[in-house]
């Protein structure tokens, strides 16, 4: 069974980091891209970062670049979003994807978990 299962999320001040992390199967994990997206409410679902199969490439979007960190572990077969400097703005739930190549054609998604960044 194909799964993506995110934790990680909760309410934190404007500042303070947090890392999220995505547990996948091992059929949709190795050989694959894994993605984070985040969606706000009222708000069209965002990319923010991925990393490829073997972990040696990886890409965040411009508005959380040198912020945020996306690595993998492939022994654990999990992904972490690390979050610094986290803004109000970065309030959303986030999930994460797997999809072959690079970059990814997304084809499985988790969940999500919800980061809430607030005084």
């Known amino acids: 069974q194909a799964q993506l299962l995110e934790s990680g999320g909760r309410l934190v001040q404007p500042g303070d980091s947090l890392t999220l992390t995505c547990v996948a199967s091992?059929?949709?994990?190795?050989?694959?891209?894994l993605g984070w997206f985040r969606q706000a409410p009222g708000k069209e679902r965002e990319f923010v970062a991925a990393?490829?199969?073997?972990?040696?490439?990886?890409y965040v979007t411009a508005s959380v670049k040198g912020r945020f960190i996306v690595s993998r572990n492939n022994t654990k077969k999990s992904a972490h979003l690390q979050m610094n400097n986290l803004r109000p703005e970065d309030t959303a739930t986030y999930c994460c994807?797997?999809?072959?190549?690079?970059?990814?054609?997304?084809?499985?998604w988790g969940q999500g978990t919800q980061v809430t960044v607030s005084s």
């Open positions: 994807a797997s999809g072959r190549l690079w970059p990814a054609s997304y084809e499985h």
């Open positions: 091992e059929n949709i994990f190795k050989g694959y891209t």
């Open positions: 990393v490829s199969e073997t972990g040696g490439s990886t």
